[in-house]
Nanobody, 125 residues
Framework: QVQLVESGGGSAQAGGSLRLSCTIS????????MAWFRQAPGKEREGVAV????????YYAGPVKGRFTISQDNAKKTVYLQMDSLKPEDTAMYYC??????????????????WGQGTQVTVSS
């Protein structure tokens, strides 16, 4: 069975940095996409960044573009989200997702088949 395990969440001051990791196991599909989503209390889950596991293509949501960087280590089956210049509005539960069914660089949550349990990120001002 497919499992995604996130780590690296925690607390940071505004302007600080955190790095999230997501390791996938049990996945036997072909090259696909892995993405990060986040959900703040009372809000919809929103896409943050996505990466094509078969190459280097990435896409970022507007609020994080230029501050967050998604990357991967295929040998470790791990995707990272480097978050710099953090803002209080980045506070949310962050989720890793995998396999968008081939939808190219999608940040639509409905497209993704597999999800992690989430890791909390809290940014204080």
């Amino acid at each position: 069975q497919v499992q995604l395990v996130e780590s690296g969440g925690g607390s940071a001051q505004a302007g600080g940095s955190l790095r999230l990791s997501c390791t996938i196991s049990g996945y036997t599909g072909s090259k696909n996409f892995m993405a990060w989503f986040r959900q703040a209390p009372g809000k919809e889950r929103e896409g943050v960044a996505v990466i094509y596991t078969g190459g280097t293509s990435t896409y970022y949501a507007g609020p994080v573009k230029g501050r967050f960087t998604i990357s991967q280590d295929n040998a470790k089956k791990t995707v990272y989200l480097q978050m710099d210049s953090l803002k209080p509005e980045d506070t949310a539960m962050y989720y890793c997702a995998a396999d968008s069914g081939g939808s190219w660089l999608s940040l639509e949550k409905e497209k993704y088949y597999y999800w992690g349990q989430g890791t909390q990120v809290t940014v204080s001002s």
